[in-house]
């Protein structure tokens, strides 16, 4: 599957920002969907994830409370809400996609940058 992921740019800190991921394949909800990140100099990390039909979530510890990720499959899209977000959160985020019965996420998206300025 293709993702393509957007909604980066740059805001302050304390404001919000809603990354949108859309997936090329019409069995996009047979797929677990992934958000990740990389900030400079590190390794990329883990964020958010959502199961392909969109009841079971889960975050990173650093963005719970303060991410939601969420689904359309009627749109192929997967979403991340970001919220209260914080100069630590800076980092280039993609998407990802494992299918059903993977433990790894096998199709990537190009990356969207986010920067929050203090």
């Known amino acids: 599957v293709q993702l393509q992921a957007s909604g980066g740019g740059l805001v302050q800190a304390g404001g919000s920002l809603r990354l949108s991921c859309a997936a090329s394949?019409?069995?996009?909800?047979?797929?677990?969907m992934g958000w990740f990140r990389q900030a400079p100099g590190k390794e990329r990390e883990f964020v958010a994830s959502v199961n392909w039909g969109g009841g079971r979530t889960y975050y990173a510890d650093s963005v719970k409370d303060r991410f939601t990720v969420s689904r359309d499959n009627a749109k192929n899209t997967v979403y991340l809400q970001m919220n209260s977000l914080k100069p630590e959160d800076t980092a280039v985020y993609y998407c990802a996609s494992r299918s059903a019965g993977s433990a790894a996420y096998d199709s990537w998206g190009q990356g969207t940058q986010v920067t929050v300025s203090s």
């Open positions: 394949r019409r069995t996009f909800s047979s797929y677990n």
